[in-house]
DNA sequence: GGCAAGTTGTAACATTAGGTTAGAATACCA
DNA sequence: TGGTATTCTAACCTAATGTTACAACTTGCC
């Protein structure tokens, strides 16, 4: 069991060695990519637990990298590498939303501290099979399918469960149908015009039983996209 | 400056004072109702950092009171009180979303566990003046007004001011009208009809400069009512 | 292969919740 | 008392979403 999946986006093929050493070391999953393009591709198409990006790459620059992801997954950690002196595209980087940088040359003693420290203060999801509720019932992610209380069941396909675990590993969270397309879907299409989303949304709805005018699992988030309500009450410790 | 506020339900003069000035020892604001009417006209009128509720109570049922204050405030932290053997009711406040219970007669000091616990667990909202900030500035509270990232500002009216501070203390949370209309207007009308709080959205979204055809800050909940984004990526440390 | 069952996607239409405008009521204040 | 700001109501309108019905595709099985 690894602790984490890291996607590594940097050129300099000693240093990703080294990062990709340290990190494999210190017990991570890692991912690479070499130029700007592929890392665009990898890091939109996937989500990590987090992203260490090079700002200086070749094809896709790395804050337009950034600038992308960011767009698709406004909560994916990123750890952006610069090099000295570049101090104004740093600036640019932690405006765009990255959640902190690295300044080459750096050490790996470093470098760990600061992946250590952005993990650690990332929201902890729910870990991908772990049990995620409603007030009626709970999805159960092994079996594929919903349980109620009154232990009665649905099953679910697998888009929607994988749509039901992104939704809910983001409750709360108004998740736009763009996003959904590229995390759920793996696409990565500007501004939508298919009802395929809508289309899954009702029909996850049907098996939640949720309330057909008036929803309260899935919310309708209008001119954006859908959310997975945020817990109501926690009873009890 | 009082440590938190809460309001206490309970008919038997003697044990409500009990309750009371051991709450008020301890640096608590008390508010207090002799009976289950009053109780909740003040538990639905206003929000409370939390309810002691005594379930066996003159008019309005504990019970009552809980499960209406729930359907309006589905955060609201809730201690019952219970009488020895009446585990029923105890079991039942519990499935309506009571937080926790104590069981009499109790002593002072169990009370004020609990009372810490729950207050303890309670997710710390920004107190009343504590600043809000959304991607493109913050709202100052103190001066009713919003500032701009660009140090341009508008003003904001009483109304507009209460209902910005409720909605994003509750940010990442949808709200109800009726919830809004309770907890803003204090008014408590079942279902309502009126297009007011749709009126004071949009004109708050204009002074927020919101995207007006898709809201970033103010969100629109389908069916159900308004919610203040939740903080998409918090930057840096 | 090819049929059947299940899943996913598309097109087209229907509905209505919520946005919006304009003005009436109310409160505030000098 | 008149003027200004604020809040509320009524009425209208639109486009975002819900929905239906079917087409396309996948999978497994004989």
């Keep these: 069991m690894t602790r984490a999946t890291i996607l590594t986006i940097e050129d300099d093929p000693a240093i990703r060695r080294g990062i990709v050493d340290a990190l494999d070391f210190n017990q991570y999953s890692v991912i690479q990519a070499a130029d700007g393009d592929e890392g665009l591709k990898k890091s939109t198409q996937n989500e990590y637990d ?24 406004p909560t994916q950690p990123v750890i952006i590498l610069t090099a000295k002196g570049e101090e104004s ?49 709970q999805v159960d992610f092994e079996r594929r399918e919903l349980r109620f209380v009154d232990s009665s069941r649905s099953e679910l396909s697998e888009k929607e469960v994988e749509l039901i675990r992104y939704l809910a590993n983001n409750r709360g969270r ?7 397309l590229s995390s759920v879907w793996r ?11 809508d289309m899954h949304i009702a029909r996850l709805r049907e098996k939640l039983r949720d309330n057909k005018e008036k929803p309260e699992i899935l919310l309708t988030v209008r001119g954006k996209g859908y959310m997975w309500a945020a817990q109501p009450t926690q009873v009890g410790d």
Excluded: C, H, W
């Design 174 to 180: 108004a998740i736009s149908r763009d996003e959904l």
């Design 89 to 137: 595209d740093r600036v640019r980087g932690l405006e765009d939303g990255a959640d902190d940088y690295v300044v080459k040359p750096f050490s790996i003693k470093e470098l760990m501290a600061r992946v250590e420290a952005v993990l650690r203060r990332t929201p902890q999801r729910p870990s991908n099979n772990e049990a995620v509720s409603f007030p009626t019932g």
């Design 50 to 73: 987090l992203l260490l990006l090079d700002l200086a790459l070749p094809g896709t620059p790395g804050l337009e990298i950034l600038r992308e992801v960011r767009k698709l997954r």
């Design 187 to 197: 696409l990565n299409p500007k501004g939508i015009s298919t009802r395929t989303i």
